[in-house]
């Protein structure tokens, strides 16, 4: 499969440059408070667990989570890993094939 990694790398690199292009679902709750940043959001009261629940978005749907784009890449590392990261500081790793897919799946979002 090394033909599938290369062309994975190659299509990770030509996306990261396309501003929304490649996109990391974060752990934290988009359904917090107005004014929060969403950057480490995730409800612990009673009263914030029940705006959770009817956050317009289900905890099913990527959208019910903060989404950032990814603007750099690292890799790959000598066990084949690729890092993307946001500017928010977060980041995602994997394979090319793997990590270009889970980068991809909250474009539509």
């Not at 974060?26 to 959770?52: I, M, R, W």
């Not at 990261?85 to 474009?107: N, V």
Request: with cysteine.
């Amino acid at each position: 499969m090394p033909e599938d990694r290369d062309t994975s790398i190659e299509e990770l690199q030509a996306l990261v440059k396309i501003p929304g292009a490649l996109r990391f679902i974060t752990a934290a709750h988009a359904c917090g408070p107005d004014g929060q940043d969403g950057a480490s959001y995730t409800p612990k009261t009673e009263a914030e667990l029940e705006a959770c629940e009817a956050f317009e978005f289900p905890q099913t749907d990527w959208r019910h989570f903060v989404i950032h784009d990814i603007v750099s890449l690292e890799g790959p590392n000598h066990r084949g890993v690729m890092i993307g990261h946001t500017a928010e500081g977060d980041w995602c790793q994997g394979r090319p094939y793997a990590l270009l897919r889970r980068l991809r799946e909250a474009r539509e979002v």
